[in-house]
């Protein structure tokens, strides 16, 4: 599809870039670059029908190339569809596993979840959306993923600012952006663009920096990224920021061959925008982004938690304790809690998220029914194969099947009654066995 830029963008960059202009417009023209990263939470996580053959230099686990996404390795959360460009900004965050991280502005959630790849299901990883739609998206791509440690909250920036001042360590503002960097990937997205947007967009983006300030610690690392070229929603927009906000240091981000220096002449001549990056299409295998990374100076004291807890019954709990004997090869779980009739295990038990819109704390493990419990896909999809007492690995015709809604029969005797379902050696839900038959209890919004 062709990209119709307007005559005012065009004069916009044309005065920005001098004669450089027209090859970024000619690069708006050719095709985007897809690419796709593995998921290391997952077992044997490169065994994968995809090619491997052209690695992303700058990202530990991203690859070009396209994925289907009614592929298994989909489905199962051993594969996520995300721009080049945008891989690189979980590895600037670099988030360490004791830690307290905030992706401020998380949906669809491929920040999130790569953030949560590398952090190996420790520390705790919020997720924030503030559209409800996007959030519950967000919710379940961190399920797919089977992603332990994030709590998926819904709520604006300041709604955080009461009782999280100060909380985290690691801060990513992934801001809502005029989008000109995707022109070429959403062409449709062109007829959006006008200066007012633009402006618009700043605008937002500064109170949301503003309240990353102040729930980031003393000492903690503040990543701002965006998808635009436009100065006034990147160099322009740090600049003032750190006026505002003196504590504020940028520094460098290493940088790969493509990535160029952010613009000091576009943010109030601050020549310490030359440590953050920029990447534009006609010089990057990506689409447009820019990135900075700053620190909070200052040395931070302890963050004072109080617990919550929401505790199943002993009745109740022995439910949960009588499934996993029967099912599982071992019972490694540790901090389990009720909302309503869901039994979670807790990525947080700390009482400030009691005031905040949670759509997800940590794993859902499943459901309390009569004198039972059943277990949420949220589970399985969390499982190793090793935790499972009973595998069965399903043809292409079951599999067909049983995505379909339709229950399966099978030639092996099982001696328990919940068992993992696998396909292409990839785990993807609970099957409910009974006498040589395989009941379909595969979520209704999931089958195809």
Known sequence: ?????????????????????????????????????????????????????????????????????????????????????????????????????????????????????????????????????????????????????????????????DGFEGYFDRILVDAPCSGEGMFRKDPESVQYWSPEYVEQCANRQKYILDSAFNLLKDGGTLVYSTCTFAPEENEENIAEFIERHPE???????????????????????????????????????????????????????????????QPTKVEMSYLDKFIKQNLTSNSLSEIFKVKEDLYQAATFDTRFKKLHVLRNGLKLGELKKNRFEPSISWMLALKPDDLKSICELTDDQFAKYLHGESVMVEQDFSNKWIGLSYQGKLFSWGRYSNKQIKNVYPKGLRK
């Open 1 to 161: 599809m062709r990209v119709n830029l307007s005559d005012e963008f065009k004069t916009k960059y044309q005065n920005l870039l001098g004669d450089r202009a027209e090859k970024l417009f000619a690069a708006i023209e050719t095709d985007s670059q897809n690419a796709f990263r593995l998921n290391p939470l997952k077992n044997n996580y490169q065994n994968v029908q995809y090619s491997l053959d052209q690695p992303i230099e700058y990202s530990k686990i991203g690859y070009f190339g396209d994925i289907d996404g009614n592929s298994i390795d989909h489905m199962s959360g051993y594969v996520y569809s995300q721009e080049p460009s945008a891989m690189y900004v979980a590895e600037v965050v670099d988030p360490q596993v004791d830690e307290k991280v905030l992706d401020l502005c998380a949906a669809p959630g491929s920040k999130t979840t790569y953030l949560a790849s590398i952090m190996d299901s420790q520390g705790l990883l919020v997720s924030n959306e503030i559209n409800n739609k996007r959030a519950r998206v967000l919710s379940s791509n961190v399920e797919r993923m089977g992603i332990k440690n994030a709590v998926v909250i819904n709520n604006s920036p300041k709604d955080l600012e």
């Open 248 to 310: 504020i240091e940028i520094v460098p981000i290493k940088k790969y061959p493509g990535m160029e220096d952010g613009r000091p002449q576009w943010g109030h001549d601050n020549q310490d925008l030359t440590k953050a990056l920029r990447m534009f299409p006609d010089q990057f295998n990506g689409e447009g982004h820019f990135i900075c990374k700053m620190v909070k100076n200052g040395s931070a004291s302890a963050v004072k938690v109080r617990i919550f807890k929401n």
